[in-house]
């Protein structure tokens, strides 16, 4: 009993290292992917329902055409109701995971909302957003709460 409870031991010991070394091994690739990487381009969120796919294109000048189900909103202008928006983003290279703000700015009171959000670079047409709830950053990726996009150009 007491050598199986020292092989149990060690093999929980040993899944914990290679959680680990895992772990570590996946911020090194992120962290050199995320040195060359740009936002700039046409981004699909990736989903077995054809549906809930939807493309986000960011431009040079910091605004957003978005194209949620086929409806498309051009020069990063939205309609909700009969208020008009501009949605634009800033997006900060430097940070890790890089910082994405998503902001929506009522044309007629100027006010904004920001959707402060974070991104992991799988690959150079490939990454993982999450959007904070209620203006907070997330802290890090959390599976549930993040939409998957690949660069269509």
Not at 67 to 90: A, P, R, V, W
Request: glycine share 6%; no cysteine; hydrophobic share 40%.
């Amino acid at each position: 009993m007491k050598k199986l409870l020292i092989v149990v031991f060690a093999l929980i010991i040993s899944l914990m290292s290679m959680l680990v070394v895992g772990y570590i091994l996946d911020s090194i690739i992120s962290s050199k992917l995320s040195k060359d990487f740009n936002i700039i381009g046409t981004w699909e969120s990736k989903s077995s329902k054809e549906a809930d796919k939807f493309r986000l294109t960011f431009y040079k000048d910091g605004s957003i055409e978005s194209n949620f189900l086929n409806k498309s909103k051009l020069n990063g202008e939205s309609k909700k109701g009969q208020d008009k928006y501009i949605i634009t983003y800033t997006v900060n290279y430097k940070e890790s995971p890089i910082h994405l703000d998503i902001v929506r700015t009522n044309v007629e009171s100027n006010k904004s909302l920001v959707y402060p959000g974070i991104i992991k670079v799988e690959g150079r047409d490939h990454i993982v957003l999450a959007l904070g709830l209620k203006g907070k950053r997330p802290k890090n990726i959390l599976l549930n709460s993040t939409i998957k996009f690949v660069r269509l150009k």
